[in-house]
């Protein structure tokens, strides 16, 4: 970013536009994954919780795959619409194309974030996040733009890879979650018994 200045800071600033746009959707959707999972929760319907975790993803993963194959093919399209200067849509469009992966990573991050947050957690989605900020994205962001002073596309895939990073710390603490949870035997029928007859009455 040194060796470009003025030119590679005006592209960092088009993206970022245009990710924050992007992952307002996946944002939406994880708020109300957290209020479901709250009201799941209470209720003592795990099975429940675990539904609005799926649905959540799926629907966050429709913009974000859609974001993703978009800014692969005509980046410039989008980079456009914030500056007419050729250089920095064409640097801003080559950062977008590794950038634009994260938009399906946070799919996943943000709604397992949530979900955790519904069930009064709010502790494990800070610290895995303070773990890929630190320790990964920004090292990786710095070590790419050494290995590539002259451009901005390596260090389009620090984001997203960091990102990676927190879906398998999560994905690792749901597994040991589960395990940690696992209910007695009849436990399950026993709350789905309860919860039909309150809705009974």
């Known amino acids: 970013m040194v ?3 003025v030119i590679a800071s005006a592209s960092v600033g088009v993206v970022e536009k245009i990710i924050v746009f992007a992952m307002l959707p996946p944002a939406a959707i994880s708020s109300a994954v957290a209020a479901m999972t709250a009201q799941n929760y209470g209720a003592g319907l795990t099975d ?3 539904s ?5 993803i799926g629907m966050a993963l429709v913009f974000g795959v859609g974001i993703c194959l978009y800014s692969q093919f005509l980046p410039e399209t989008l980079t456009g619409l914030f500056t007419r200067d050729g250089e920095v849509i064409t640097m801003a469009a080559d950062y977008l194309r590794g950038y634009s992966i994260d938009c399906i990573m946070v799919s996943f991050v943000f ?3 949530s979900w955790f947050s519904g069930q009064g957690n709010s502790i494990f989605p ?4 303070l773990i890929a ?3 990964f994205r920004i090292p990786l962001s710095w070590l790419c733009s050494r290995l590539d002073p002259y451009g901005l596309h390596l260090m389009g895939y620090a984001p997203p890879f960091s990102t990676m990073v927190s879906l398998i710390i999560c994905i690792f603490y749901i597994r040991y979650w589960r395990r940690r949870r696992r209910p007695a035997p009849g436990q399950d029928d026993a ?3 309860v919860a039909a007859t309150t809705a009974q009455n």
């Open 3 to 5: 060796a470009q200045g």
């Open 48 to 50: 429940r919780m675990s």
């Open 52 to 56: 609005c975790l799926r649905s959540g």
């Open 111 to 113: 709604c397992i974030n």
């Open 126 to 129: 800070m610290i895995h996040s």
């Open 133 to 135: 900020t630190f320790l």
């Open 191 to 193: 709350v789905e018994a």
